[in-house]
């Protein structure tokens, strides 16, 4: 009876010396799962936001002039929105994408192969693109790694409508 006694009396901080050693690691894997939620809701709004941009876009007064713009031949014309000219394109983009930074949005007019071959006004496509966002990453930074992670790049394409169908 007295060596059980004993060897209960050894054994009492053991669980104390587990708990310690494995809640460090269960809870790295718990916010690890948060990060990655959150990594994923922003791709997502990224997303959202190339979509929103580009209907936008095409329903709206280009952001620049596209008189230029020659379907004859194939040409297109990309603009990039940090020069302040695409502020209602942005405040569209930034409804659904709060950290979305202008130097990363690119619009581009381009010519569709969409529509019949008489057409006097040819079908326009409009891309947006996000390119090189950066996302801060919060766990990282906490245990003393880089916190940056850039995000893949997001196009979205809308075209016309084609109002002249025969």
Request: with cysteine.
């Given at each position: 009876?007295?060596?059980?006694?004993?060897?209960?009396?050894?054994?009492?901080?053991?669980?104390?010396?587990?708990?310690?050693?494995?809640?460090?690691?269960?809870?790295?894997?718990?916010?690890?799962?948060?990060?990655?939620?959150?990594?994923?809701?922003?791709?997502?709004?990224?997303?959202?936001?190339?979509?929103?941009?580009?209907?936008?876009?095409i329903v709206n007064?280009?952001?620049?002039?596209?008189?230029?713009?020659?379907?004859?031949?194939?040409?297109?014309?990309?603009?990039?929105?940090?020069?302040?000219?695409?502020?209602?394109?942005?405040?569209?983009?930034?409804?659904?994408?709060?950290?979305?930074?202008?130097?990363n949005v690119t619009?581009?007019?381009?010519?569709?192969?969409?529509?019949?071959?008489?057409?006097?006004?040819?079908?326009?496509?409009?891309?947006?693109?996000?390119?090189?966002?950066?996302?801060?990453?919060?766990?990282p930074g906490v245990?003393?790694?880089?916190?940056?992670?850039?995000?893949?790049?997001?196009?979205?394409?809308?075209?016309?409508?084609?109002?002249?169908?025969?």
């Amino acid at each position: 009876m007295v060596n059980k006694f004993l060897s209960r009396k050894r054994e009492r901080g053991a669980t104390m010396v587990e708990m310690a050693l494995t809640l460090p690691l269960f809870l790295l894997l718990i916010f690890a799962i948060i990060e990655l939620a959150l990594v994923i809701f922003t791709w997502t709004r990224a997303v959202d936001a190339t979509r929103a941009g580009a209907r936008y876009a095409i329903v709206n007064d280009p952001v620049t002039d596209i008189s230029t713009l020659d379907c004859s031949a194939v040409t297109d014309l990309t603009v990039t929105c940090d020069s302040g000219n695409c502020t209602d394109l942005m405040n569209q983009m930034n409804a659904l994408y709060k950290d979305l930074e202008a130097a990363n949005v690119t619009v581009r007019y381009g010519c569709s192969s969409t529509g019949f071959s008489g057409n006097p006004r040819p079908v326009r496509e409009v891309t947006v693109s996000i390119v090189g966002q950066e996302y801060e990453l919060v766990l990282p930074g906490v245990i003393g790694l880089d916190p940056s992670l850039t995000l893949p790049s997001f196009t979205s394409t809308r075209v016309s409508e084609d109002l002249n169908t025969p």
